[in-house]
Nanobody, 127 residues
Framework: DVQLQASGGGLVQAGGSLRLSCAAS????????MGWFRQAPGKEREGVSC????????YYADSLEGRFTISTDNRKNTVFLQMNSLKPEDTAVYYC????????????????????WGQGTEVTVSS
């Protein structure tokens, strides 16, 4: 069975940091792009960052201003999202997702349909 287990969310003060993790199982990790998305209360889901494990390309939402870093540990089939200088507007439920890049992938990574989604981890940034 495919599983994406996200963790690492919590409550943090503005300016603080969190590191999210997403452990993947049940598919060939290196054949997939791994994305982080978030959905704030009352807002639509938006793409945060993505890494294409097949070619190493990394993408970020322009709005992040360089505060977040995505990385992977391919030995553990885990993708991370290091979030620094957090702001109250970063408050959201963060989801990891996986897409098989064999069927196409590109720089408009947030628009693709993802094959698998994790359960989400909640991040709350207090002012």
């Amino acid at each position: 069975d495919v599983q994406l287990q996200a963790s690492g969310g919590g409550l943090v003060q503005a300016g603080g940091s969190l590191r999210l993790s997403c452990a993947a199982s049940g598919f060939t990790f290196n054949d997939y792009a791994m994305g982080w998305f978030r959905q704030a209360p009352g807002k639509e889901r938006e793409g945060v960052s993505c890494i294409n494990n097949s070619d190493g390309n990394i993408y970020y939402a322009d709005s992040l201003e360089g505060r977040f870093t995505i990385s992977t540990d391919n030995r553990k089939n885990t993708v991370f999202l290091q979030m620094n200088s957090l702001k109250p507007e970063d408050t959201a439920v963060y989801y990891c997702a996986a897409r098989d890049v064999y069927y196409g992938f590109g720089s408009n990574w947030w628009l693709y349909d993802y094959d698998y989604w994790g359960q989400g981890t909640e991040v709350t940034v207090s002012s």
